[in-house]
């Protein structure tokens, strides 16, 4: 009977002890499909954290690329209205003055002769300063022209044999569009300039049914990749920036063999006012 007594007293804490495994078991799994629910919740949470970050980072860089343009813009207006001025009296002063000195007074007059020149040499550095800051040839010109003139320039400041192709014909770009896309080259053709070690440099401004494609192509030594995403490259990042504020896209690339090919697309909505022709 005792024996007996023991085999159902084991029998039933065999029983207990399965009933307690199986709620530890059930609650360890509810724990643990909790914590992942948890953890699912909290990263959901970190990612929409980061989305919006990033695109209040990425409207901060739009209005402070504008409000770049629009100070340089002042700059530039200010550098030309008070210095262009200014050295342009100091020029007819020292015209006056090279016509009224006396005839025989040699010194004065080779005083005159380089005091006019210095004068002529930085008029003309206003205007380049000034033109830089805010590029008067795109409201003058149109977006393809100034880039042609841009083109033409490069080449003739560094050697380096620049073309220039586009298909965009008449086409009225807007505004702004035209100043990122001439801002992005001008420091694309700086950084050909300066780093690439390039012989030959492509920009092509090509427009299709849906787009504005710009690239600019070097035949130079390439870029590294990670210059490309690299936090020090303040340069790229703009251009970059100035891509994005316009909802387009930016691509950087090459290789040792082949250049830095550069490529940024624009939706022609952004790109071009009214209808395209
Ligand atoms: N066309 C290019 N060919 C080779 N290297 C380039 C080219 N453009 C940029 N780089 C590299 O990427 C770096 C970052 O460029 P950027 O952001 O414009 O800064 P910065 O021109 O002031 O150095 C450059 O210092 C250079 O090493
Ligand atoms: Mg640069």
């Known amino acids: 009977m005792s024996g007996l007594t023991a085999v159902h007293r084991a029998e039933s804490r065999r029983r207990e002890d399965e009933g307690l495994v199986r709620a530890l078991r059930t609650h360890q799994v509810d724990a643990i499909v909790g914590d992942r629910d948890v953890m699912l919740v909290r990263l959901r949470e970190a990612e929409d954290n980061l989305k919006s970050s990033r695109n209040q980072l990425r409207a901060l860089a739009a209005s402070l690329?504008?409000?770049?343009?629009?100070?340089?813009t002042a700059i530039a207006r200010e550098l030309h209205d008070e210095f262009g001025?200014?050295?342009?009296s100091l020029q007819l002063g020292l015209s006056w003055l090279s016509r009224n000195a006396p005839a025989g007074q040699r010194p004065l007059h080779a005083k005159i002769r380089s005091l006019t020149i210095t004068t002529t040499s930085l008029i003309q550095s206003v205007?380049?300063?000034?033109?830089?800051?805010r590029p008067g040839v795109l409201d003058e010109l149109g977006l393809a022209d100034a880039l042609k003139a841009a083109a033409r320039e490069f080449a003739h400041d560094t050697g380096i044999r620049c073309v220039f192709k586009?298909?965009?014909?008449?086409?009225?770009?807007?505004?702004?569009?035209?100043?990122?896309?001439?801002?992005?080259?001008q420091a694309a053709?700086?950084?050909?300039a300066r780093h690439a070690h390039a012989s030959s440099v492509v920009i092509t401004l090509m427009r299709s049914k849906t787009g504005l494609n710009v690239t600019v192509m070097d035949n130079g030594k390439g870029i590294a990749r990670k210059l490309i995403d690299s936090q020090t490259s303040i340069g790229i990042a703009g251009m970059r920036e100035r891509a994005f504020s316009l909802g387009g896209t930016f691509t950087l690339g090459g290789?040792?063999?082949?250049?830095?090919?550069?490529?940024?697309?624009?939706?022609?909505?952004?790109?071009?006012i009214g209808k395209a022709v």
């Open 189 to 192: 053709l700086t950084n050909a």
């Open 127 to 133: 205007r380049t300063i000034a033109s830089e800051l």
């Open 65 to 72: 690329l504008s409000v770049r343009e629009e100070e340089r």
């Open 85 to 88: 001025q200014a050295l342009t």
């Open 255 to 272: 290789s040792s063999s082949k250049g830095t090919i550069l490529t940024v697309r624009i939706p022609l909505s952004r790109a071009v």
């Open 166 to 185: 586009t298909n965009t014909g008449k086409v009225r770009f807007d505004r702004r569009a035209a100043i990122a896309v001439f801002r992005i080259v």
